[in-house]
């Protein structure tokens, strides 16, 4: 036979300079032969593409994107904002005399005497008197009696309060009043009123304080706004009304009123006889939502009209003399709200895709796009969290009721059935709502979530490690730690661990599309995250309407579709991680 000579390294003749299938499995490290098992399954490594994508989106897009993830946009745009209201008045409005007060308790006091019927009234220790002057007009008196009469020889003698002056002529004009059965009269240019208890009388003194009437005062100009909340001005318009008087005479000037409907308007007659509007007496109150509107006489009118003629809108010209539209609502009886369009910076809420927003702003005006990237970064971080507390958990107490089985696994798979039998839903709806009435910290939720989660989720890695476990302790290598004196918990957790960590491996990687979809399922709810922070979850969760869903497709399809890439790549690298562990995978 013959002997070959030269390099054994030199290949044979032929080319075959490759090594055998068997030949390169003994030459492969086992992490090689693991990556080549990998890298064959392109499935698997589709699903790592995936993922890694996914990662540079969330993570890296997070710091390029140009806004914030908080970061809130706006536009300008027209919307119909309250700009004036209109109500009937239906209490008493009081003009005071300068110099006067009328304080709060005594406008309570008048008004239970006058629905009691009684013309006289106190408040704060002083004595006070109404009359009425005409349908709508109360006059205020301050009232202090002055004298006390008793019936002597068919008429009264008087006798003056102390410090009090009563003149004979004013006694004898209360005495004929008393005589002719009034409660009032008038004396000299004063007022005085009378009062009787028994044969007993006093006559008090009369001092106008304030006038009570349900009418409106509106001047038709700015410059005449002084004078017609001036109180004589006031009073007397209003004698002149309950009167009914045509003209009536203020500070020098002549004025004329008449009445249109339900509204008197008063106008100033000049030297020449030109008559010129000077104000308007109505049962309405009409005023700006703001002190700097000014509601005109011109401009109540405008609504008057509107409001007697049941529209809902009408139109009234600006200072430009340019025509604006106004809208009518009345959210409660008597109560009129004037609302006109007005060009104000709005949230630039569900704005379409542009070339600013490329996935356009979701419901609170912010970028969807970068909303996403930070959302991915939570979502991510979520299940690689709740993973790495179920292996710790899992792989615990699996361990150690793989290592000891006997009583102590009995008690331990009877405790993870015990706790698998408890629905984990319900408890997470639960726990949603206490996080919601205790008004927990969106930041300090996150990471109650992700305990929350790991705590109900490692019974099945423990299932696994306690089964390879239970297998591996048998192994000769365990035979020899244990004769070395190596401690129990370098046993499991440095010779029987390690040898379950390529399972492991794969059931997280398989877990972790489950958890995200956990997480997202949670948001959509409610249960999970809370604004301002994002997840995907809480992003799909705008899809909560079939006008949502068919007019703003990018508020969801979007954040669908990154958990739909996400758990497809977890699966993807997942299943290839299994058959590459899988020592009786055909290669």
């Known amino acids: 036979m013959p002997i070959q000579t030269g390099n054994p390294a030199t290949p044979p003749a032929g080319g075959a300079g490759r090594l055998d299938d068997e030949a390169r499995a003994r030459s492969l490290s086992p992490t090689m032969l693991v990556f080549k098992r990998f890298v064959r399954n392109r499935l698997a490594v589709v699903g790592t593409v995936m993922l890694a994508a996914m990662f540079v989106f969330s ?281 006109r369009e007005t060009l104000t910076q709005l949230y630039d809420v569900e704005a379409r895709p542009s070339a600013a927003h490329w996935l356009g702003t979701d419901s609170n005006g912010m970028d969807m796009l970068t909303r996403l990237m930070h959302g991915g970064r939570i979502s991510l971080m979520v299940g690689f969290i709740v993973v790495l507390i179920e292996l710790f958990i899992g792989v615990v107490v699996g361990g150690v009721a793989g290592y000891f089985g006997g009583i102590v696994d009995l008690c331990l798979m009877r405790f993870i059935d015990l706790f698998n039998s408890v629905p984990q839903w319900p408890l997470l709806i639960i726990m949603g709502s206490v996080m919601d009435t205790l008004e927990i910290d969106p930041y300090a939720r996150i990471y109650l979530l992700m305990v929350v989660l790991g705590i109900l989720g490692w019974t099945g890695i423990a299932r696994v490690v306690r089964g390879q476990i239970l297998t591996l302790r048998e192994q000769d290598f365990m035979v020899a730690a244990e004769a070395a004196g190596i401690r129990v918990s370098a046993r499991i957790f440095r010779h029987l661990v390690p040898n379950v960590m390529p399972l492991l491996i794969v059931q997280a990687t398989l877990s972790l599309g489950g958890i995200i979809l956990t997480e997202a399922t949670l948001s959509f709810l409610g249960m999970g995250l809370k604004y301002p922070l994002a997840s995907w979850g809480t992003i799909i969760n705008a899809a909560t309407s079939i006008y949502t869903m068919t007019n703003f497709w990018y508020l969801w399809i979007p954040a669908g579709m990154l958990i739909l890439i996400t758990v497809l790549g977890f699966n993807f690298v997942g299943d290839g991680l299994r058959d590459a562990f899988d020592p009786k995978m055909k290669r």
């Open 59 to 339: 993570f890296v897009g997070g710091i390029v994107s140009p806004y914030k993830q908080e970061q809130t946009f706006y536009k300008t745009g027209a919307v119909w904002k309250e700009y004036a209201s209109l109500s009937v008045n239906a209490e008493f409005r009081y003009s005071v005399d300068p110099g006067r007060d009328l304080p709060t308790a005594a406008r309570a006091q008048f008004i239970l005497a006058m629905n009691a019927g009684k013309p006289d009234f106190s408040a704060g220790g002083l004595d006070y008197r109404w009359e009425e002057i005409g349908e709508d007009l109360r006059a205020l008196y301050g009232s202090t009696e002055i004298a006390v009469g008793l019936p002597l020889a068919g008429a009264y003698t008087f006798t003056a309060a102390p410090g009090a002056d009563f003149p004979d002529g004013l006694a004898a004009a209360a005495s004929d009043a008393l005589g002719a059965g009034l409660d009032a009269f008038e004396w000299d240019g004063g007022r005085y009123a009378l009062a009787r208890s028994g044969k007993r009388a006093t006559v008090s003194a009369l001092v106008e304080i304030a006038l009570a009437s349900a009418r409106v005062f509106d001047a038709f100009t700015p410059k005449d706004e002084p004078a017609v909340a001036e109180y004589a001005f006031r009073r007397a318009a209003l004698f002149a009304i309950a009167g009914g008087a045509d003209t009536f005479s203020y500070d020098g000037r002549t004025f004329t009123v008449g009445a249109e409907g339900e509204t008197s308007v008063v106008h100033e007659i000049s030297p020449d006889g030109e008559r010129t509007e000077f104000a308007m007496l109505s049962p309405y109150i009409a005023q700006g939502v703001t002190p700097d509107i000014r509601v005109t006489v011109a401009f109540k009118d405008a609504i008057l009209d509107a409001v007697r003629a049941r529209e809902g809108s009408f139109s009234y010209p600006d200072p430009d003399g340019a025509d604006r539209e106004y809208q009518l609502s009345s959210p409660k009886p008597d109560t009129y709200t004037v609302k």
